[in-house]
């Protein structure tokens, strides 16, 4: 009942900025948790930001003071803005969300991947 749909994904040049947004569709009560993930070649995915409901956020070491996530809760958006790119940003990005259909627990939901890749 929750669909993830990420833009903002491209080819960008090393200290380049991208923004990445993330907007979740469908029937739900709240979402709770968003966040990013990405995954590059031959790597397991991991987080690089995530934004609590409240606004709190955590941001993976490799991303801090470069990387900023906010979220707009009156239209289910998430945004990861991306400054000072680095090629081992290279990655496809992924949003990710914990929502609550009507009237059921919570449950992660994935988005489709949106590819970033950085060029020296």
């Known amino acids: 009942q929750v669909q993830l749909v990420e833009s903002g994904g491209g080819l960008v040049q090393a200290g380049g900025s991208l923004r990445l947004s993330c907007a979740a569709s469908g029937v739900f009560f709240s979402i709770n948790a968003m966040a990013w993930h990405r995954q590059a070649p031959g790597k397991q995915r991991e987080l690089v930001a995530r934004?609590?409901?409240?606004?709190?956020?955590t941001y993976a070491d490799s991303v801090k003071g470069r990387f900023t996530i906010s979220r707009d809760n009156a239209k289910n958006t998430v945004t990861l803005r991306m400054d000072s790119l680095k090629p081992e940003d290279t990655a496809v990005y992924y949003c990710?969300?914990?929502?609550?259909?009507?009237?059921?627990?919570?449950?992660?939901?994935w988005g489709q991947g949106t590819q970033v890749t950085v060029s020296s």
């Open positions: 934004i609590s409901s409240d606004g709190s956020t």
């Open positions: 990710y969300a914990i929502a609550v259909p009507e009237m059921a627990r919570s449950y992660p939901y």
